[in-house]
């Protein structure tokens, strides 16, 4: 009976066999799906990135500038709103009612944003520290109006380069050195750098563009100002 047991069982060579089999199935399955999980982000990050930029240009067909950081509207400065650039763009992402009182869609937190899951899932449109913490920046020193910033920016209607604009991008968050107050801030990125791009998709950053359209961009994109600046 010892003999037929020994002849069933597995001897140590087709154990170890086995173990280096399945070894090797979890050394090629996880990456594999660490891919498809990092496409599946960066799918959804274009897809929200297409949205807000429906917002901006809501907002531009109607002002023709951009809206502020933060605070009144330019073009209403008695509404005592102190709204974020989110609060402001919320009319035209379909937000109905009292934006006081309404939450921020999830379209503003990238599923690739070390950050997004700690955030609070009840933030709003107005300035307080918890509803700033988004994944996405705006270029706000050339976007917003020329009664807003230093810049003194040109109708946004009439400009020549609506296809290479950028409206938004993937903002640093905190856990990489970004600042609280999720803003693009290229014209001055030395005295700036935690108003920088995030290059969490492969070493490449999402934007959305002034015509609306979405496309990737490298570390090299933050020096160039065909990106940034609104040309007349």
């Known amino acids: 009976m010892n003999r037929q047991l020994q002849q069933d069982g597995f001897t140590l060579y ?13 050394a090629l399955i996880i990456p ?14 274009v897809s929200n990135l297409r949205q807000i930029g429906i917002g901006f240009i809501g907002y531009i067909n109607e002002y023709g500038y951009g809206p502020p950081h933060w605070g009144p509207s330019f073009f209403d400065p008695n509404s005592g709103s102190n709204f974020l650039w989110t609060g402001h763009l919320a009319p035209y992402l379909g937000i109905a009612g009292d934006v006081n009182q309404a939450k921020l869609p999830n379209i503003f937190d990238c599923p690739q944003d ?37 810049r003194g920016v040109t109708n946004l209607r009439a400009i ?8 938004a991008a993937d903002s640093l968050p905190l856990s990489k ?18 108003r920088g791009m995030d290059f969490r998709h492969g070493e490449k950053a999402n934007a959305v563009f002034l015509d609306g359209h979405v496309q990737v961009l490298g ?3 933050q020096s160039d100002p065909k990106y940034w600046q609104p040309l007349r």
Do not use: M
């Open 14 to 26: 087709e154990l170890l066999a086995s173990i280096c089999i399945v070894l090797l199935l979890i």
């Open 219 to 221: 570390v090299e994109s």
């Open 160 to 167: 020549s380069n609506p296809t290479t604009l950028v409206l």
């Open 32 to 45: 594999a799906w660490i891919k498809v999980k990092q496409t599946t982000g960066n799918v959804q990050c």
């Open 114 to 150: 070390p950050d997004s899951k700690s955030r609070p899932r009840n933030r709003g449109f107005i300035s307080t520290a918890d509803n700033w913490a988004i994944s996405y920046g705006f270029n706000y020193p050339w976007l917003t109006s020329q009664k807003g910033w230093w």
């Open 177 to 194: 050195g970004g600042t609280l107050i999720a803003l693009i801030d290229p014209s001055t990125w030395l005295n700036h750098s935690d």
